[in-house]
């Protein structure tokens, strides 16, 4: 296994959170600041240079109005999607 960081995963990741944090109404500053956390927390995640765990995730969701366990469904299935398109890409080479 490798490292997620800077991934097409990574980022698959980063740009649900920013969508829930988007549909939140909520600024970046906005949300490191509700969730006491550096000013920089949020703007790395939604990067891909920054990993969320999963309570973080529960969080994140929670803080946003989002149903967290709604939220990774939407991300699963976004990541298998990828999963699926790496391992056809990696067919049509052969």
Avoid: P
């Amino acid at each position: 296994m490798r490292k997620s960081l800077y991934t097409r995963q990574s980022e698959i990741v980063g740009l649900a959170l920013k969508e829930i944090r988007e549909e939140a109404g909520v600024s970046q500053r906005q949300l490191c600041v509700m969730l006491k956390r550096e000013h920089s927390f949020v703007s790395k995640y939604e990067a891909g240079a920054r990993r969320v765990d999963l309570a973080e995730f529960y969080w994140i969701c929670c803080t946003c109005g989002a149903n967290a366990e709604t939220e990774s469904r939407k991300i699963m299935r976004a990541l298998a999607e990828l999963d699926q398109q790496l391992k056809a890409e990696k067919v049509s080479k052969l």
